[in-house]
């Protein structure tokens, strides 16, 4: 046992001396998951959740007539314009979402806004029709509503900012067809009553010159009655902490490197002649087999642990706030770590085992670890992927990644986590130890 | 420029003898542009909308009127949305295999991703709502937390339909109170209440859509409108690769100075200048080489359109190219070993990529990593790439870009070439 002790030992210690191999290993992964937590997250100004898209630069060209309703100017499309450019007191509001969103342009005509999203000079141009206001108010004569649609012309070279400005837009036209629905069934109703009533249908069309109804309720977003509360799969608010799902799976990703050239070492021991010296001092061949392949479980198991702490800075420093961003349960933490790196290992021995030259192993280990980081997260959102997303159930990385993240959340139903990993770790590694016993004819 | 030609030669000889050089050049840079293109867009925009049966569990805690009604409200914003267990067949379009669906099924359904969203409305959701209160719909979903959900977008907007019509009955019932004449009942009041959400909401069914979506139909996604995500990740991807097949010859020149290869060419009749040429000009074709081959594959196989200007296309890849082997050249005259240049290469490709915009657009990430992802080549043959291909540029609107790449190489170049030594 102190044998095997021994060679594990000697590689955890020539891998974490080497300064160079530190620079892979932890620094790497380290700088690529703070990028792309930092880019996916609106953490580092101050703790939202959303994409932190800013500053839009968006046109809007307001080609709406005001239109007229019992007595008063209605010009919906100019309320329009005032929400996106207020002026005064409110062009200052740091509250303001739309305004922090939002970097908008009053143009006049609608073709040079067009052109503006063309040329890249807008992410998009919102274009209120000439019959906007009228389109939402109701007459006498008319009691029915027809909506003229608001365009926003967007780019494919700007799909995100496009989707916003569109879902905002479609949120403010929304909140005056409310109202104006509410205008138009009311006094629809009024004047049916009206009709079929003669005696209040008297009394309404004397009266109703005079008559004032506050129908400004209808118009404003806190009238909204119903709320969508926002949860993840496992109940939370919704907070997605891109720090933990990138830097895990980044984690996981670089982790896969090491465990396959840990072993892979083996073949270049081989190669160097180090390994014939091994065999002929008085050590068994699984004796260093075992040492080996327990010197690259070590290697991955610290190199995760390394990268987590690390993380854990960098979440602090970007938040400015104490916390453990992987969850209160490091206990479990430390399982899954374990586990992972098991499962990491196995697959690196199995793919060193059939290997016939370091050079294969790592063609065929890149190519594994590609597709291990691709279908666990480690450069977008799996869930981005739709359908094909089901592909990372078939990595190690997965699991690991979404037992990390439902840790992070202050779940630990993370047994099949675990148990997959498990079962990944020791079939791999038992095969892979296996086959190197065989194949170690040196 | 014979004996530079013939050095060059010679090491893409000795490179391409490399077995994983054509796994490197082709097979991860094509497979990564259609997985990240994918994922950024390309599949989805495609797809997702339209995709058939997108299941959504429902656990209808009130099973009301009104609960139906905005169930009613979801179905008719996405015909393909197939709300569970309500809408399940004999085909078994929910998926449900015979089993009794529960709270705790659909908690499994979800995180299996059955189903991609579940909806919790709470018992009292319609009497609540009647009530005047206002009232709380639970949305948890599967879907991707950095992008845009189409599926939550449908249940918003279902709410603001369904809510549209209850502050049309409560706005407008107080409004009608008061209108000259007008005398009611409570009785007479409920039933003014109703009628006004009835007709309020015979007046929203009417309305088609609140906002037309215009997408601008400029070059590159004329012939193929789902490729905006192959459009973003095919140079991106291409641009990283070409710093992967660039920057190992950093640790090329640390090997060939341990082994002494270097030491014996300056032996020979050359000269330092034609030295360093040969062994620079050969790692910018390959990089050329690469940008070429991504770039096919974009055109030929992913849709992907380049805009109309080939010579702005040619420069920019040009101009990058030399930009990155310019980079190389310094980096091999601060690094000290095989080890140290690998390291420290792979550590710039795996930063400067996606600072610079090579893995998703920079139109996504904070103003500060904008301006700070600019300090990388990336970026600016990004904005360039970005120009053509989806804002119809020309070599007048690139230049600037181009001229900044230049700049840097311009840069490097005299540094590397000033601090270059043989020993």
Same mark, same amino acid.
């Not at chain 1, 206001?133 to 509503?145: E, F, G, K, R």
């Given at each position: 046992?102190?044998?095997?002790?021994?060679?594990?030992?000697?590689?955890?210690?020539?891998?974490?001396?080497?300064?160079?191999?530190?620079?892979?290993?932890?620094?790497?992964?380290?700088?690529?998951?703070?990028?792309?937590?930092?880019?996916?997250?609106?953490?580092?100004?101050?703790?939202?959740?959303?994409?932190?898209?800013?500053?839009?630069?968006?046109?809007?060209?307001?080609?709406?007539?005001?239109?007229?309703?019992?007595?008063?100017?209605?010009?919906?499309?100019?309320?329009?314009?005032?929400?996106?450019?207020?002026?005064?007191?409110?062009?200052?509001?740091?509250?303001?979402?739309?305004?922090?969103?939002?970097?908008?342009?009053?143009?006049?005509?609608?073709?040079?806004? !067009?052109?503006?999203?063309?040329?890249?000079?807008?992410?998009?141009?919102?274009?209120?029709?000439?019959?906007?206001?009228?389109?939402?108010?109701?007459?006498?004569?008319?009691?029915?509503?027809?909506?003229?649609?608001?365009?926003?012309?967007?780019?494919?070279?700007?799909?995100?900012?496009?989707?916003?400005?569109?879902?905002?837009?479609?949120?403010?036209?929304?909140?005056?067809?409310?109202?104006?629905?509410?205008?138009?069934?009311?006094?629809?109703?009024?004047?049916?009553?009206?009709?079929?009533?003669?005696?209040?249908?008297?009394?309404?069309?004397?009266?109703?010159?005079?008559?004032?109804?506050?129908?400004?309720?209808?118009?404003?977003?806190?009238?909204?009655?119903?709320?969508?509360?926002?949860?993840?799969?496992? @109940?939370?608010?919704?907070?997605?902490?891109?720090?933990?799902?990138?830097?895990?799976?980044?984690?996981?990703?670089?982790?896969?490197?090491?465990?396959?050239?840990?072993?892979?070492?083996?073949?270049?021991?081989? !190669?160097?002649?180090?390994?014939?010296?091994?065999?002929?001092?008085?050590?068994? @061949?699984?004796?260093?087999?075992?040492?080996?392949?327990?010197?690259?479980?070590?290697?991955?198991?610290?190199?995760?642990?390394?990268?987590?702490?690390?993380?854990?800075?960098?979440?602090?420093?970007?938040?400015?706030?104490?916390?453990?961003?992987?969850?209160?349960?490091?206990?479990?933490?430390?399982?899954?770590?374990?586990?992972?790196?098991?499962?990491?290992?196995?697959?690196?021995?199995?793919?060193?085992?059939?290997?016939?030259?370091?050079?294969?192993?790592?063609?065929?280990?890149?190519?594994?670890?590609?597709?291990?980081?691709?279908?666990?997260?480690?450069?977008?959102?799996?869930?981005?992927?739709?359908?094909?997303?089901?592909?990372?159930?078939?990595?190690?990385?997965?699991?690991?990644?979404?037992?990390?993240?439902?840790?992070?959340?202050?779940?630990?139903?993370?047994?099949?986590?675990?148990?997959?990993?498990?079962?990944?770790?020791?079939?791999?590694?038992?095969?892979?130890?296996?086959?190197?016993?065989?194949?170690?004819?040196? | 420029?014979?004996?530079?030609?013939?050095?060059?030669?010679?090491?893409?000889?000795?490179?391409?003898?490399?077995?994983?050089?054509?796994?490197?050049?082709?097979?991860?840079?094509?497979?990564?542009?259609?997985?990240?293109?994918?994922?950024?867009?390309?599949?989805?925009?495609?797809?997702?909308?339209?995709?058939?049966?997108?299941?959504?569990?429902?656990?209808?805690?009130?099973?009301?009127?009104?609960?139906?009604?905005?169930?009613?409200?979801?179905?008719?914003?996405?015909?393909?949305?197939?709300?569970?267990?309500?809408?399940?067949?004999?085909?078994?379009?929910?998926?449900?295999?015979?089993?009794?669906?529960?709270?705790?099924?659909?908690?499994?359904?979800?995180?299996?991703?059955?189903?991609?969203?579940?909806?919790?409305?709470?018992?009292?959701?319609?009497?609540?709502?009647?009530?005047?209160?206002?009232?709380?719909?639970?949305?948890?979903?599967?879907?991707?937390?950095?992008?845009?959900?189409?599926?939550?977008?449908?249940?918003?907007?279902?709410?603001?339909?369904?809510?549209?019509?209850?502050?049309?009955?409560?706005?407008?019932?107080?409004?009608?109170?008061?209108?000259?004449?007008?005398?009611?009942?409570?009785?007479?009041?409920?039933?003014?209440?109703?009628?006004?959400?009835?007709?309020?909401?015979?007046?929203?069914?009417?309305?088609?859509?609140?906002?037309?979506?215009?997408?601008?139909?400029?070059?590159?996604?004329?012939?193929?409108?789902?490729?905006?995500?192959?459009?973003?990740?095919?140079?991106?991807?291409?641009?990283?690769?070409?710093?992967?097949?660039?920057?190992?010859?950093?640790?090329?020149?640390?090997?060939?100075?341990?082994?002494?290869?270097?030491?014996?060419?300056?032996?020979?009749?050359?000269?330092?200048?034609?030295?360093?040429?040969?062994?620079?000009?050969?790692?910018?074709?390959?990089?050329?080489?690469?940008?070429?081959?991504?770039?096919?594959?974009?055109?030929?196989?992913?849709?992907?359109?380049?805009?109309?200007?080939?010579?702005?296309?040619?420069?920019?890849?040009?101009?990058?190219?030399?930009?990155?082997?310019?980079?190389?050249?310094?980096?091999?005259?601060?690094?000290?070993?095989?080890?140290?240049?690998?390291?420290?290469?792979?550590?710039?490709?795996?930063?400067?990529?996606?600072?610079?915009?090579?893995?998703?657009?920079?139109?996504?990430?904070?103003?500060?990593?904008?301006?700070?992802?600019?300090?990388?080549?990336?970026?600016?043959?990004?904005?360039?790439?970005?120009?053509?291909?989806?804002?119809?540029?020309?070599?007048?609107?690139?230049?600037?870009?181009?001229?900044?790449?230049?700049?840097?190489?311009?840069?490097?170049?005299?540094?590397?070439?000033?601090?270059?030594?043989?020993?």
């Amino acid at each position: 046992m102190s044998k095997i002790l021994n060679i594990a030992w000697k590689e955890l210690y020539i891998t974490y001396t080497d300064r160079s191999l530190l620079l892979v290993m932890i620094v790497t992964p380290l700088a690529l998951a703070t990028i792309i937590g930092s880019a996916f997250s609106g953490m580092v100004g101050g703790g939202g959740n959303d994409i932190p898209v800013q500053n839009i630069p968006t046109a809007i060209v307001n080609l709406d007539a005001p239109t007229e309703f019992n007595g008063q100017t209605f010009s919906m499309g100019q309320t329009l314009v005032d929400l996106f450019t207020p002026s005064g007191d409110a062009a200052q509001d740091a509250d303001n979402v739309l305004l922090a969103l939002t970097d908008a342009a009053i143009l006049s005509d609608a073709e040079a806004a !067009r052109a503006g999203v063309d040329d890249g000079t807008y992410s998009a141009a919102i274009i209120i029709p000439a019959n906007f206001s009228q389109s939402l108010t109701v007459t006498q004569d008319n009691l029915s509503l027809n909506v003229a649609p608001v365009e926003v012309y967007t780019s494919r070279a700007a799909p995100v900012s496009a989707s916003i400005i569109k879902a905002v837009t479609e949120n403010i036209v929304s909140q005056f067809v409310t109202g104006g629905v509410t205008v138009a069934a009311t006094i629809g109703e009024l004047v049916e009553r009206a009709q079929e009533d003669v005696g209040f249908g008297l009394q309404f069309a004397v009266g109703s010159a005079n008559w004032q109804p506050d129908f400004a309720p209808a118009f404003t977003p806190d009238s909204q009655p119903i709320t969508i509360s926002q949860q993840t799969v496992s @109940r939370q608010v919704a907070t997605f902490n891109p720090l933990v799902a990138f830097g895990a799976a980044q984690a996981l990703f670089f982790m896969i490197f090491t465990a396959i050239q840990s072993a892979n070492s083996l073949l270049y021991e081989r !190669r160097d002649g180090t390994l014939q010296r091994l065999i002929a001092s008085p050590t068994s @061949r699984l004796t260093i087999l075992l040492g080996k392949l327990l010197g690259a479980l070590a290697n991955c198991v610290v190199q995760v642990a390394l990268l987590f702490f690390f993380l854990n800075i960098v979440g602090i420093v970007l938040s400015g706030r104490m916390q453990i961003i992987w969850g209160d349960n490091l206990l479990l933490v430390a399982a899954v770590i374990f586990a992972g790196s098991l499962a990491a290992c196995g697959i690196g021995a199995v793919v060193t085992a059939i290997a016939r030259t370091p050079e294969q192993v790592n063609i065929v280990g890149g190519l594994i670890a590609m597709f291990f980081g691709l279908f666990s997260g480690a450069f977008f959102d799996l869930r981005s992927l739709g359908d094909l997303a089901i592909l990372g159930r078939a990595t190690p990385n997965y699991w690991a990644v979404d037992a990390f993240t439902q840790l992070s959340l202050g779940q630990t139903a993370i047994t099949t986590n675990l148990l997959v990993l498990l079962v990944i770790g020791a079939v791999t590694f038992v095969i892979g130890l296996g086959l190197f016993e065989r194949r170690l004819n040196v | 420029m014979r004996k530079i030609w013939a050095i060059a030669r010679n090491d893409l000889r000795i490179i391409f003898r490399e077995k994983d050089i054509w796994i490197n050049l082709i097979v991860i840079p094509v497979i990564l542009s259609f997985v990240i293109g994918y994922a950024n867009g390309a599949g989805r925009v495609a797809s997702a909308p339209e995709a058939p049966d997108v299941i959504i569990d429902v656990i209808d805690g009130d099973g009301s009127a009104t609960s139906q009604e905005f169930l009613a409200a979801l179905r008719a914003a996405n015909p393909n949305f197939v709300l569970c267990p309500a809408d399940n067949d004999d085909g078994d379009r929910c998926e449900l295999g015979g089993a009794a669906f529960d709270a705790a099924l659909a908690e499994t359904r979800l995180r299996d991703q059955t189903a991609l969203a579940l909806l919790d409305i709470p018992a009292g959701f319609g009497t609540d709502l009647a009530a005047g209160q206002n009232v709380e719909i639970i949305y948890r979903s599967n879907e991707n937390a950095t992008a845009p959900s189409f599926i939550l977008q449908a249940v918003q907007v279902s709410v603001q339909r369904l809510g549209a019509s209850i502050v049309a009955e409560r706005v407008g019932t107080a409004a009608a109170l008061t209108a000259p004449g007008l005398t009611l009942d409570e009785g007479e009041q409920a039933a003014l209440k109703s009628d006004i959400r009835s007709r309020a909401s015979d007046l929203l069914a009417a309305q088609s859509s609140y906002v037309n979506e215009v997408v601008s139909e400029t070059a590159g996604t004329q012939t193929n409108p789902g490729s905006g995500g192959f459009s973003q990740s095919t140079p991106g991807m291409a641009s990283m690769y070409v710093m992967f097949a660039v920057f190992p010859a950093a640790v090329a020149f640390m090997t060939e100075r341990q082994q002494g290869t270097l030491q014996r060419l300056v032996t020979m009749p050359i000269t330092r200048w034609q030295l360093l040429g040969g062994k620079l000009l050969a790692r910018f074709l390959l990089g050329m080489l690469q940008y070429s081959i991504v770039f096919a594959f974009g055109y030929l196989v992913l849709g992907v359109r380049f805009g109309n200007d080939p010579l702005a296309l040619l420069l920019t890849m040009i101009v990058f190219t030399l930009c990155i082997t310019a980079l190389t050249l310094a980096l091999a005259t601060l690094l000290r070993s095989e080890a140290q240049a690998s390291a420290v290469t792979l550590l710039l490709t795996l930063t400067l990529a996606p600072l610079g915009g090579a893995w998703w657009p920079l139109e996504i990430v904070p103003d500060w990593m904008r301006t700070l992802g600019h300090v990388s080549p990336v970026a600016w043959a990004m904005d360039s790439y970005t120009s053509l291909i989806f804002y119809n540029g020309s070599l007048a609107t690139v230049l600037p870009y181009i001229g900044v790449l230049a700049g840097m190489a311009a840069v490097c170049f005299a540094f590397g070439v000033a601090r270059f030594r043989i020993e």
